[in-house]
């Protein structure tokens, strides 16, 4: 038998297998069994979905994990089943201090809690350890198993060596990786690694793959999964003989989200697509460990219209909108961003909420069979109007609230040094201008929007940002003085306006917009030139609320007051 090309084939008999595992393992207390009854199956009623988020403690949660932990949340918490948070801190070079508490905290404010794992003091549950770093002994354990079993090696091949494999593969124009006549250390006897290990080389431990791909096209072996998103997937088995522990025994991901994923009797994976390429290795890994594969829902990838109008990945470093921080520190309510991230997530979101205006986001039964597989759109545009939508059901108290917390965090002078949250009641009034009514205003988007765009209810944060309309500026005094003298502040909308009228009609104004663009050379302007000038008198700008609402709530004085400053 030609055994550089054999995959599979193991030198050494079952004896030599056990024994090397014990050689490379000796102090491997626990048996697999031990840990099966240690974790056992969840005592959950059927149906129920056990989910996880595994991010690495880097500290830089973006919307992208946001947007998965939003689907396992969903999944486990619709289904009664568990939400757990495990940290994957196998590369401890990204280690940041206190990650655990920044993911936590992140996701607690967009409305996203687990049920169970890694918390900043302990963990919470019985199917620790949480953190990938403390599992040492469970990974190596099972290491041991695949070795005992003929499925597993230990493999010397230096860096330098792998290098010039990459090499002559890469000339060869094959597919890169050790496997097939590469994985020279496949067929080390038990005697040739011993005396490697006596030496004291390093090594790694390797899977020994099953798959063979020099066999021709139509003998490689395939397999079939149902992924909850994608539907039916038939990939070619692996034939990568991939490291599951580093030379410094640490488990690749690889090898740690398969064991940890079974023994915390995780049900549904969620991860993004770029974990598709590596699903054969996953799935060979669940085969030789004799565990069932949980339900993997790969994501799709968060993308944007880029600057030249093409759909591209989120970056980085381009997109402050990929950070969370972004979402914070511009003061996005919480509730706007589950809404529009739900809209992102599910292809039916937007036809139930038309149909549920008034339901509890919480209601609408998510589905993994409804997310998109082919990229999901992220557009900031659409999320203002759907935050616009979503704070129009926020009460003003409640939106005085959010606004008070997100200012005490990011914006502490506006609280200590303005008279912004000064009078409460006043500020509700402020922010409910318009609300009522069957066609009501959205101005509300988010807490910085909304603070610079009623700051010129509030003297201290008033200033006259535009200037008079040049048809009327010559007038401006004349207009708002005539305004002034002719003001009552007990005026119904009406009788205001018709004064107004007045007034444009004595200066030489169109009464009506229309008569002044059917002859524009009998008028100076027309009345919406004059009601432009008192608007930038009251509010500093031409944009605004209805005006005669703004002056009741201003009051007589202040309003009077605003107005004198120009006549
Ligand atoms: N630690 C992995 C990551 O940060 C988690 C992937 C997974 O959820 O399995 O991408």
Redesign the pocket.
Known sequence: MNNENTAGACLQSPQDCQKLAEMLFPHVEKSPADYEALYPPRPLPEGAKVT?????PTGFIHLG?LF?AFADERLAHQSGGVFLLRI?DTDDKRYVEGATAIIIDSLRFFGINFDEGATPDGEKGAYGSYTQSQRGPVYQCFAKKLVAEGQAYPCFLTEAEIGEIRAEQEAAKLTPGIYGKWARSRSLSLAEISQKLAAGLPYVIRLRSDGDMSLPEEQIRRFEIEDAIRGKLSMPVNDQDTVLLKANGIPT?HFA?VVD?HLMRTTH????A??LPSLPIHIELFEKLGWQPPVYCHTAQLMKIGEDGNKRKLSKRKDPELSLDYYRRLGYHPAAVREYLLTILNSNFEEWRLANPEADIDEFAFTTEKMSNSGALFDLAKLNDVSKEVLLHISAADLADFLLAWAKEFRPELVSATSFFADRAYLERVLDIGRAGSKPRKDHIYAQQMVENISYFFDDMFTVEEEMPAEAAADAAEIISRYLASYDHADDQETWFGKIRQIAADLGYAAKPKDYKKNPQDYKGHVGHVSTVIRIALMGRSQSPDVWEIQQILGESRTRERLSRFA
Not at 52 to 56: K, V
Not at 269 to 272: A, K, L, M, N, Q
């Open positions: 996880r988020l595994g991010p690495s994990n998965g994957e991901y989200h994923d994976v969620v991860r993004g770029e974990w």
